[in-house]
């Protein structure tokens, strides 16, 4: 399991620290949430400050945009350092034209998808892409309970994903703690987001290494 800490919930009061303290706790990648409150009813940050964690850390810039018509601003994060690049299906009219936007500058691409959208809706782009995102809770917010009947989503897309001998990646975000990540594993999830289990633990080291499943 990769664990992808969020950084909605660090203390931006001491960003730079808080984004080496998940560095040196093992963090596989650094998850950015792009919220433009029209999509989701919260307002994030954009690509100036992309571009400033870029030039904070080497960790893979997990950028998660929760934004409508993303295709009028994948530019814009990819010149600010984003590495990994997400956009949710219920955002967008063009999702090839994403898809092709993000591949063309040789950056992973994955797709999001809220709790209610069926997964009929994603299926086709499926070998096109690098990863699934499921949200386990509807966007926008931090801090939210795991939505439970997610699980038998995220196993009903791996089981999709091994039949159809797919390479995609299923990355999971919200709701997500120690005391859950070993159902998401059982499920299927290979990545993890974790915004305050993490960055609201005392032991940041600790954290990552349970939600990686990992035993002393």
Known sequence: MKVAPSIIAADFTIIKEEIKRVEDAGADLLHLDIMDGVFVPNLTFGPMI???????????????????????YIERFIDAGADWISFHIEATRAPELCIKQIKSHKKKVGLAISPPTPFQNIYKYLEKIDFVLIMTVN??????????????????????????????????????????????????????????????????????????????
């Open 139 to 216: 966007p926008g917010f931090y801090g939210q309970k795991l939505i439970p009947d997610v699980l038998t989503r995220i196993e009903q897309l791996k089981d999709f994903i091994n039949k159809k001998k797919l390479s995609c990646l299923i990355e999971v975000d919200g709701g997500i703690n120690i005391n859950n990540v070993q159902k998401l594993d059982r499920a299927g999830a290979d990545i993890v987001v974790a915004g305050a289990g993490v960055f609201k633990s005392s032991d940041y080291k600790s954290a990552i290494k349970g939600l990686k499943c990992l035993k002393d």
């Open 50 to 72: 992309v571009d400033a964690i870029n030039r904070m850390t080497d960790l893979t810039l997990d950028t998660h945009l929760m934004i409508i018509k993303p295709e009028n």
